[in-house]
């Protein structure tokens, strides 16, 4: 082999050895913030919806025996809000966790008045504008430190029309000697708009078939004749978006409200707020009256669920909720020894997999070189496999982790991430060119560098492993996906052996052949094809940054792929000029880094950004008669109780396997005519952003990657079919429906 092909062929292999120092390092840092969590405390968590900052009052310092208050200060933006204790007919009350120094306890929310939030004949209570949930901080006199540390995990639902469910860690130190009162006015205000409590006196409230009759005594005499709001603090009783009515006799204020027919709550007291009603527009609601009235007479007995959807909506939703409760259950069967087996086979068929080749292509020729040198190629053969069985190990190390501080994140889960994706592109864009022969790292490199290669080349067989595994992780092949989903739930030791058997039998073609003679006495000889299968190799290398392109584009908008495509015209501009000679070089580098600096600094975050998908993003057009839906629990959960058989895809835009079988078996003709003889709903469970809603319907099928493809139906245990799938199993599937 010519000294220059083989110093090209392993050049990508020094490339992603330098990658791989400016990018895996950091990653696993990043790797919760990049993917939607708040790893790393703060004080403020910003958000298009809302922003959240915690906050504390203590102007007379934090010894023992001083009041001090905490609290989650919530800015909504204009039309957004989130919620009280009682949400009312939707939503979720904020909550918050409290991380405190041995001495020092937290009491419970002090939660400001409401306002309604009516959404058609619904009806929500919480909050918009600016508000502060205050929190008392008892200090006991045992407590010793300078300053208290005060740490907060805080959870909020924030809703318009939508709702996006939000988090933060916040840390904030308060010290004991010191003065903290900047937040003074904020707390102020939410004190002010805090219920005043007084005593029920005359007061009660007369359940009735269907309504709750309520009579109030001795309220602000500047209500009387005004219209009042009624929040009770118990969930469910009433129904807040129904009409009520309501009067004032004298000093006695009279309402009547419906009861609802499903409470599961018949209380002999009832705590309450009363306000004056005022429409949604900055802050808390107006300050009410807070009252623990107790009921007079019996509850009426609750109603059934509604005749229209009696059985089968039950039925599924004690089946959903069987499911939920045991989310492994179909993998359950499966021993440690099936799972490990499953797992050699996997990585065997995960070398067929079509995003595997391009690496895959690097290794054959390197085999090639060393053909003809036993110990060369044993050693490389050992090299390749530890670096596939190390990654694999480690990615699945970082993968449970993840999950251990409360990712719900599965196979593949790195590719949802736009910053992964876009690294990946530059690297095989990177490796691409200096295949078709536009750069040569002798060139561009000091000549101590471009020398490693010769001197180190198990080093190069190696990162062919690291890299063969960031490419391949993605992928689910047959007899992984249940061995993957059993691994989540095993003790760590036992997990990371599976993930590391899933490396071996990848790796398990190449180590058998570089250890048996006859495998390398059928290879070509070196020669000048090898020169030429190099640049060839170059157009896989395109096509694999085509893929990561339109995976970039699934998750940042179409703004987000163009700018990435012009960072890699640019960054070929500038690998170009450096492998140029006299002043042209030293002219052309300069303006072309300078050109690369300024559009990473310009079009960057519109590639890193995460965009929210648009409606029906993930839903492909009807054929031959059937449709695919975007499919949510909800979505799901009805259709089965309507008695209709659903047809669940869970897939992702960074899964080749899955836009395989898209394109080919649920194409088909025959199959989506048997799809609609049979009635046949299509839902499309799109996992290429981080969504745990769908991570948590895989886990209830003993799953953590994708493709998945599974098939319920009423009274039935969900039929999960093969990763690839075929026209036959599919048809085969449909018809024992």
């Known amino acids: ?33 990049l993917l939607g969590n708040p790893a790393a405390s703060a004080t403020v968590v910003q958000s298009d919806q809302a922003r959240a900052e915690i906050v504390a009052h203590a102007p007379d310092g934090a010894g023992p025996g001083q009041k001090i208050w905490v609290g989650l200060q919530l800015t909504h933006a204009p039309e957004w809000h989130t919620y009280w204790k009682n949400a009312g007919d939707s939503g979720l009350p904020t909550e918050l966790r409290w991380t405190l120094p041995p001495g020092v306890s937290a009491g419970e929310i002090a939660w400001p008045t409401p306002r309604k939030f009516p959404i058609g004949n619904l009806a929500n209570y919480g909050y918009d504008g600016t508000v502060v949930l205050p929190v008392p901080l008892t200090v006991g006199p045992d407590f010793k430190g300078d300053a208290i540390n005060v740490q907060l995990y805080a959870a909020w639902l924030v809703c318009r029309k939508e709702c996006i469910p939000e988090e933060g860690n916040f840390t904030l130190n308060i010290p004991v000697n010191g003065s903290t009162g900047s937040a003074g006015a904020a707390f102020a205000a939410s004190f002010d708009a805090a219920p005043k409590d007084q005593p029920a006196a005359g007061s009660q409230l007369q359940p009735e078939d269907g309504f709750l009759n309520v009579s109030l005594t001795q309220l602000p005499a500047a209500w009387r004749g005004k219209a009042l709001e009624f929040y009770p ?54 300050a009410g009256a807070r009252l623990d009235v107790p009921v007079q007479g019996a509850w009426p007995a609750p109603a059934p669920l509604p ?21 492994v259950s179909s993998a359950s069967s499966l021993t440690l020894g099936a799972a490990l087996l499953g797992a050699l086979l996997g990585g065997l068929i995960l070398n067929l997999m079509p995003c595997v080749f391009p690496v895959l292509a690097i290794k054959v020729m390197a085999f090639a070189k060393h053909a003809n ?98 490419i391949a992780s993605p992928c689910t092949a047959p007899f992984m996906g249940a061995s993957l989903g059993l691994a989540i739930g095993l003790p760590a030791a036992q997990a990371l052996a599976v993930f590391a058997v899933l490396g071996l039998g990848m790796a398990l073609p190449y180590l058998a052949a570089s250890w048996i003679p006859a495998v390398a006495r059928a290879l070509p000889r070196p020669g000048a094809w090898m020169d030429t299968f190099r640049r060839g190799m170059a157009f896989p290398m395109f096509a694999t940054v085509v893929w990561l392109l339109w995976v970039l584009g699934q998750q940042s908008g179409i703004d987000g792929a163009a700018g990435l495509l012009m960072l890699l015209v640019v960054l070929a501009l500038l690998v170009w000029s450096l492998g140029l000679r006299g002043k042209s070089r030293a002219a052309l580098s300069v303006v072309s880094l300078a050109g690369l600096v300024w559009l990473g600094w310009t079009l960057g975050p519109n590639v890193t950004r995460l965009q929210e998908p648009s409606p029906g993003q993930a839903v492909a057009t009807s054929q031959a008669g059937v449709s695919w839906q975007a499919w949510s629990p909800e979505t799901q959960a009805a259709l089965v109780a309507e008695g209709r058989p659903v047809f669940v895809d869970f897939t992702a835009a960074w899964c080749v396997t899955c836009q395989y079988n898209k394109r080919t078996t649920l194409a088909d003709a025959a199959v989506l005519g048997d799809m609609a003889g049979k009635n046949v709903a299509l839902l499309r469970a799109d996992w290429t952003r981080r969504d745990p809603a769908v991570t948590a319907a895989l886990a209830t099928l003993g799953r953590n990657g994708v493709p998945v493809y599974a098939i319920y139906k009423n009274g039935q245990a969900p039929q999960v079919l093969s990763e690839v799938l075929s026209v036959e199993e599919v048809r085969a599937a449909l018809s024992r429906l």
Do not use: C
Request: proline share 8%; glycine share 10%; hydrophobic share 50%.
């Open 233 to 286: 603090e118990t969930t469910g009783l009433i129904e807040p978006g129904s009409p009520w009515t309501q009067a004032w006799d004298g000093e006695r204020w009279t309402a009547r409200v419906p009861l609802s027919p499903h409470r599961s709550e018949s209380p002999t007291q009832l705590a309450l707020v009363v306000a004056e009603a005022n429409p949604p527009g900055s802050g808390p609601g107006l």
């Open 373 to 470: 040198d036993r110990p060369a190629h044993r050693a490389n053969g050992l090299a390749y496999t530890a670096g596939v069985v190390l990654s694999f190990t480690a990615l699945g190390a970082l993968l449970l982790g993840l999950r251990a501080a409360g990712e719900q994140l599965g196979w593949g889960f790195q590719l949802q991430s736009p910053t992964v994706v876009a690294g990946l592109a530059v690297l095989f864009t990177l490796i691409g060119l200096n295949l078709a022969g536009l750069f040569e790292f002798g060139n561009v490199l000091p000549s101590r560098l471009a020398t490693l290669q010769a001197k180190n080349p198990t080093v190069d067989a190696f990162l062919t492993g690291v890299l063969a595994t960031a």
């Open 307 to 327: 005749a229209a959807v009696p059985d089968a909506l039950q039925a599924a939703l004690d089946a959903n909720a069987a499911r939920a409760a045991a989310p």
């Open 1 to 33: 082999m010519p000294p220059t092909t083989a110093f090209r062929a392993s050049a990508a292999l020094r490339l992603f050895g330098a990658w791989l120092l400016a990018v895996a390092l950091p990653l696993g840092a990043a790797a919760q913030s």
